[in-house]
């Protein structure tokens, strides 16, 4: 619905309550992504990949935060790791993440 800046106080709220909370800050990354504050996206999206490493969402959520930055090296790693840990039903999102590296690849 975008309404993303209501959706970043609610992760904010989340948080406070339970700051190891890894989804609330992979959320608050994606939102805060979606609104163009890419680096505080990051740093969110590292802080939920900290505290769950093997949260694939939050993998895919960095990779696009660093993409956005221009961080090529580092977008194919985080892609790398989100589709080692990508789980059923995550195919459209591997593929992309795989043409994502192999482009990102090609063009250093």
């Known amino acids: ?6 959706a ?3 992760c904010d709220e989340a948080i406070k309550i339970n700051p190891k ?3 609330a800050w992979s959320l608050k ?3 805060l992504y979606f ?3 890419y680096e505080e996206a990051l740093k969110c999206c590292e802080k939920a990949v900290r505290l769950n490493p093997k949260d694939a969402s939050a993998w895919y959520n960095k990779a696009s935060s660093e993409e956005a930055l221009g961080l090529k ?3 194919i790693k985080s892609y790398g790791k989100f589709i080692s ?3 059923q039903g ?3 999102y591997v593929q992309y993440a795989r043409w994502k590296m192999q482009v990102l690849s090609e063009n250093k």
């Open 1 to 6: 619905m975008g309404r993303f800046e209501d």
């Open 8 to 10: 970043i106080k609610y």
């Open 21 to 23: 909370d890894a989804e």
């Open 29 to 31: 990354g994606i939102c």
């Open 35 to 37: 609104l163009h504050r």
């Open 73 to 75: 090296d580092d977008v």
């Open 85 to 87: 840990l990508a789980p």
């Open 90 to 92: 995550y195919e459209m």
